[in-house]
Every structure is written in structure tokens, then in C-alpha cells.
């Protein structure tokens, strides 16, 4: 558990050094005023400059109800996020396996670890739900929409 | 006339049909299952939405679009758990009216009745109050378009529900994500770090069904580890509402429809509020005031009423203006400009008959609606029974379905997992993923026209204050971005 202070703290910091990138790359092209308007790095410079200000401003915010924020958690180490943490993971590797082994066999495998890290313990729904899903996936995109899926890098 | 025949022609298509019908039957599901939002049925569609040429994708959204707020009724009078955050209200009177007065039939098909009703009347609204409304829009230059940019941005501050300076930050981001790829202006190429894939600029589709799906998703993996999901089953009499009950709640349902038509044209607002103030005032009007929160017919018709009417007065400002007015109708003006109908008072002029279909379109979602809510609603109240260990996987799977079919490209694939993890601690740390896609889609607006009203002045700013329309839009969204500064301080004196 973190308190909503120090996230505010680092949203600021982290929000600050973005807003000063953008205003930075901004500056690669030109800010001055033509006759065919001002140059194209002029919006993006102003749009990094006012998240600068908004960021320092967020930052002051949270100094002055200091009290108020550090008595709001965020839940980001509970025993309820590993689960998604978990499931960050599997996205992860669902991504990589789809350019390894192909858009459905990935998905074969996905689903079932998905179901099994949700607490499924009951192989019908698991096996059902895997079969379903990619039938349903190869009929409606696959023959219907014609979408090409990606294929195992082991069949190119 | 001939632009309401050739609508009309393109509505009546079979396949067209099919999409509406389609798309209000997913939507009711989406909004009958806890935990599903408008938004995130809107973002897994529309890509499919894409996949259909002409209007039959736009009225697959259409029909998502009003099946999905009604849909949140389902839920809301079954299991106590509204589906949508727009059906709160409605558990107030529809759950003890299905289960301590055992009438869960006669509260499912009050609450059918009111949403057709107040969708319809909406849809009137809207097509009376459109064109008049575009007409005046139509004077509008580039400044008055740049106020109404940054109008639009300042709705930020209601639809970011946590926080407001967060909210903001959101927009401004969004923004920035818009100015990526070539300028339309100058034609200098920007921000894309040496690769084709941001030449075109980012990407907005994959970016919404990651921050509206994805990360909605591992939102409720981590609320079904804390929560285990308990359902009861309710044997469904008779739906049909009785004469008596539509003579109770005729004047509730015609003033609860107005109520949120008018609340649905205000961007920033949204069914939540108009089905509470909707039935705050049938309370306040009701002869039964004391059977409130104990299954009053009156008290189930007024927020459904309420919430539908908001669907029609939603798309006043979106179809005159350009302006979306919180996260849905973000999407679906997203939808139109890829399809490359650009909303907007010029869309009455160069594509009225795509308005029209727009028209007719929530017209016949709304009697579609209607139809499946009486003939299909034991088949949806099942719907909600269905367990999240089975719903997450298939939604999880439709995200990268429906991102890598949208241009075939695993590129897009990676930005939406990427943006759906970031949405998960985003949304962790009260940021408003409705502001960043508001941010994206009005970016372009706000730059070009912001450009070119400095072209018109020869560089001088004083071209926004010395024209009273833009003037107004400009001190409008000013007020509209202070506004909850001043709430927040009167809280702090009143807890004081």
C-alpha cells in the first residue's frame, strides 16, 4: 500500500520531466511566428509548458492536503494485484508466443493459464472455454472477415 | 427529402438491420454483466465495426450504444448490482420490487418501457434541435472552432471522476499523442522517432481498447480475487406492462425523458446523473412519495427514462459541434471520423444522409431495444449469471482479436497492451482515461484551427476575445475548468 501523497509526489515528478521532454522536442522545430502562422513546434511547446505548470501545480496541490492524501491508500501490493500482475505477465508472453507459435496455438495455450490463474480448477470449463473461444475467433474473424492471423514462425 | 430516402435506404438494408440488431444485442449483454461498461463494449466492436462497409458499423455501435444503458437495468433490478454506472438509481425501487415484492417481471418491464420511451423521445429531440443548432454552427470561423476545442477539453474536468488536476494532465497528453506524425498545416513530419508506424500519427484505436477494455479487464481480475460474485435466480412472470402502471407513470416517464435529453446535450454530463436527478424529481412530483425505495413503479420508470433520454441528447452537440460529451460518444465520434464522416456543422451539408441514418438509426436501436427486451428477457437475465472466469478470457482474447484485425499489425497489438497495463495503474492513481481519448480526438481540431485563426490575425491573439461566440465558448470552458476548484473549496468549508 502506498498513500495517495507519494503517488501524487511521483505522478508529479514523472509528469514534470514528460511535460519538459515535450516542450525539449518541441524546440527541434520552428517556434516563430510567419505568414503562414506560428511554426509547427509551437503548439507541442506550449502543450509540454502548461503539463510542466499543471504538474507543479499538482505537486503544490498535494503539499498543502498532505493530510488528507496520506490518509488515502492506492492498493498496488495487495494479494488481489498479484493476480494481475500475474496476468500482465501472461499478456506479455501471449505477444511474444503469437510471432513463436502462431495466433491460435497461443491462444490454446493463453486461455487455459488465464483460467487456471483466475482459480478455474474444473477442466470442462477450461477445455470448453478454450475451444469456444477460438472457434468462435477463427469463424467470425477468420473465415467470415477474412483477417489474416499471424502463423508460427515454424510454417513461414 | 431525398436525403431522408436514401438514409433511409441505407438503414432499411438488410445487413444494415443486422448490424443494429446486432449490435443492441451485445450491447444489453454488456450491459447486463457486472463489471462490462458502454465504453469497453464500444472499444472491443469497433473494429469489427470497421470491417463493414458504408453505415452498417456505424449503427452496430448505434445499437451497442443504447442496448448497453438499458442493459445496465438488468442487473441492476436482478442482483442489486447496476451494470452500468447509469442503473445505480434504478436499484433504489427496481430490486425490492422484484424481490420483497416478489414482481420481478412487472420492475423488468416498467423499466423496458421507460427506456424505449425516453430513447425515442430523445431521438425527437435530436432530430428537431440537430439542424437548427448546425445551422447556427455553420457561421462559425476558425476561432469559434478553436473556442469549441477548447470547450470540449474542458469537459475534462466533469468526466474525470477522481481527479481534476489529473484529469487535465490526461487531456493535455492526449493532446501531445495528437500532434505526432505529419503536421496538416506545415507538412513537417514530428515525433516520430525515425519509424513509418507513427507517420500516419498514433494510432487511436488500439490506445482505446486498451485504456477502455484492457485495462477494465485486469481492473476486475484483481476486484473477482477480493469479491466472489453471488447470484440468486428470480423465477420471470409477465413483463408486459399493465395499463394501470402506464397510466402511474406516464407523467414521470415524459418529464423524466426531458430531463435527460436536456442533461444528455451538456458535455461533461452522462446517464449517472441524469437518472438520479431524473428521479430525485419523480419523488418530488410523486402522489405515492412514501412507497420510494420500497419498489415504486415511479421509482423504476424515472431513472430509466432518464438515463435512455440521454442517448439523443448526447449526440446534439457530437452531430452539430464535433464535441464528444464524455467517454462514449468520444468513441463513437471517433468511429465517424475514421469512417471519414467528420462531425460537425459541415456533415448537414456534405453528408446529410449519413446524419439521417444517424437519425433513424437510434430510432430503430431503440425499437430493437424494445422488441428483445420483452421477447429476450429471460435469455439476458441469464446473461448475468455467467461466470467472470469464463467472461475475462473471451474479452481478453477480443482485445487482441480486435486490435490486430483493425490493420492486420502486431505493432498495434504491443501499443494496446501497452496502453491497457498503463491504464490499470493510471486508473489506480485517479487519472481519467476519458480525458486522454477527448485530448486525442479534439487535438487536431484545436491546432488547426488555432493555426489558422493566427494566420487570419497576422499572429494576433486578440482575434479569440474580440468575437462574441468564441468569446463565449472561451469564458465557458473557463468557468467549466475552475468550476470544480470552487466545489472542492465550499466542501472543505462545509466539512470544516
Known amino acids: ?156 | 427529402m431525398a436525403d431522408i430516402l436514401a438514409a433511409l435506404g441505407m438503414v432499411a438494408e438488410p445487413f444494415s438491420l443486422a448490424c443494429l440488431v446486432f449490435g443492441v444485442w451485445v450491447g444489453i449483454m454488456f450491459g447486463a454483466m457486472p463489471g462490462l461498461s458502454v465504453n469497453m463494449g464500444l472499444a472491443l466492436l469497433l473494429p469489427l465495426a470497421f470491417a463493414f462497409k458504408g453505415i452498417a458499423g456505424i449503427l452496430m455501435l448505434l445499437g451497442i450504444y443504447c442496448g448497453a444503458i438499458y442493459g445496465g437495468s438488468i442487473s441492476a433490478i436482478l442482483l442489486k448490482t447496476p451494470g452500468t454506472p447509469a442503473s445505480v438509481a434504478t436499484t433504489l425501487d427496481g430490486y425490492p420490487l422484484a424481490t420483497k415484492l416478489h414482481q420481478p417481471g412487472r420492475a423488468l418491464g416498467i423499466s423496458t418501457m421507460a427506456s424505449t420511451f425516453g430513447g425515442i423521445f430523445s431521438t425527437v429531440c435530436l432530430v428537431i434541435m440537430a439542424p437548427l443548432l448546425a445551422k447556427v454552427a455553420l457561421q462559425f470561423s476558425k476561432p469559434e472552432y478553436f473556442a469549441l476545442a477548447v470547450f470540449g477539453l474542458s469537459i475534462i474536468t466533469s468526466v474525470s471522476s477522481g481527479n481534476v488536476i489529473k484529469g487535465v494532465m490526461g487531456g493535455l497528453v492526449g493532446l501531445f499523442l495528437a500532434t505526432i506524425g505529419i503536421d496538416a498545416m506545415s507538412g513537417v513530419i514530428r515525433f516520430t522517432f525515425g519509424t513509418n508506424y507513427l507517420l500516419g500519427g498514433v494510432s487511436f484505436i488500439p490506445i482505446l481498447i486498451g485504456v477502455f477494455a484492457l485495462a477494465q479487464v485486469l481492473q476486475s481480475i484483481e476486484d473477482n480475487w477480493k469479491y466472489i460474485h453471488q447470484t440468486t435466480k428470480m423465477a420471470i412472470d409477465r413483463t408486459l406492462p399493465r395499463l394501470s402502471d402506464i397510466r402511474r407513470v406516464f407523467v414521470t416517464l415524459l418529464r423524466s425523458s426531458v430531463i435527460g435529453t436536456f442533461i444528455g446535450c451538456i458535455p461533461g454530463t452522462g446517464g449517472d446523473i441524469a437518472s438520479f436527478v431524473a428521479y430525485d424529481q419523480a419523488k418530488r412530483w410523486s402522489r405515492h412519495k412514501d412507497n420510494f425505495g420500497q419498489g415504486e413503479p415511479e421509482g423504476v420508470a424515472a431513472p430509466e427514462a432518464g438515463n435512455n433520454a440521454v442517448s439523443g441528447g448526447a449526440f446534439i452537440p457530437v452531430l452539430t459541434l464535433g464535441i464528444p460529451g464524455d467517454g462514449a460518444t468520444a468513441i463513437m465520434m471517433g468511429a465517424l471520423m475514421v469512417q471519414g464522416i467528420q462531425p460537425g456543422p459541415m456533415l448537414f451539408l456534405e453528408k446529410a444522409p449519413y446524419v439521417y441514418a444517424i437519425f433513424l438509426g437510434l430510432f430503430f436501436a431503440n425499437v430493437a431495444m424494445c422488441l428483445m427486451g420483452y421477447s429476450l428477457i429471460r435469455l439476458f437475465a441469464k446473461v448475468t449469471q455467467v461466470p467472470t472466469v469464463i467472461l475475462l478470457p473471451l474479452i481478453l482474447v477480443m482485445t487482441f482479436v480486435g486490435t490486430y484485425s483493425y490493420n492486420n499489425s502486431m505493432s498495434d497489438v504491443f501499443v494496446m497492451v501497452g496502453s491497457g497495463i498503463l491504464g490499470y495503474f493510471l486508473n489506480k492513481l485517479e487519472f481519467s482515461m476519458s480525458s486522454l481519448i477527448i485530448g486525442i480526438i479534439l487535438g487536431a481540431m484545436a491546432e488547426q484551427n488555432f493555426v489558422g485563426s493566427l494566420i487570419m490575425s497576422d499572429g494576433s491573439l486578440s482575434i479569440f476575445w474580440t468575437r462574441p461566440l468564441c468569446l463565449f465558448f472561451l469564458v465557458a470552458a473557463v468557468v467549466m475548468l475552475l468550476a470544480p476548484l470552487f466545489s472542492f473549496g465550499k466542501k472543505k468549508k462545509k466539512a470544516a
Do not use: D
Open chain 1, 1 to 156: 500500500m502506498f498513500s495517495m501523497l507519494v503517488c501524487n509526489y511521483f505522478v508529479s515528478a514523472v509528469f514534470l520531466v514528460l511535460g519538459g521532454a515535450m516542450a525539449y522536442g518541441a524546440l527541434e522545430f520552428p517556434l516563430a511566428m510567419t505568414e503562414h502562422g506560428p511554426g509547427p513546434g509551437f503548439w507541442p511547446f506550449c502543450l509540454g509548458g502548461a503539463l510542466v505548470a499543471v504538474s507543479l501545480f499538482l505537486f503544490c496541490f498535494s503539499l498543502w492536503h498532505r493530510e488528507a492524501l496520506k490518509a488515502r491508500q492506492v492498493a498496488f501490493a495487495t494479494e488481489a494485484n498479484v493476480p494481475v500482475y500475474k496476468a500482465m505477465g501472461l499478456l506479455v508472453l501471449l505477444c511474444a508466443a503469437i510471432g513463436v507459435l502462431g495466433f491460435f496455438p497461443a491462444l490454446a495455450v493463453f486461455i487455459p493459464a488465464l483460467m487456471y490463474l483466475l482459480r478455474c480448477r474444473n477442466p470442462r470449463w477450461i477445455g470448453g472455454t478454450t475451444v469456444g473461444v477460438i472457434l468462435f475467433v477463427y469463424v467470425v474473424f477468420g473465415l467470415v472477415l477474412n483477417t489474416q492471423f499471424p502463423q508460427s514462425v515454424f510454417l513461414e
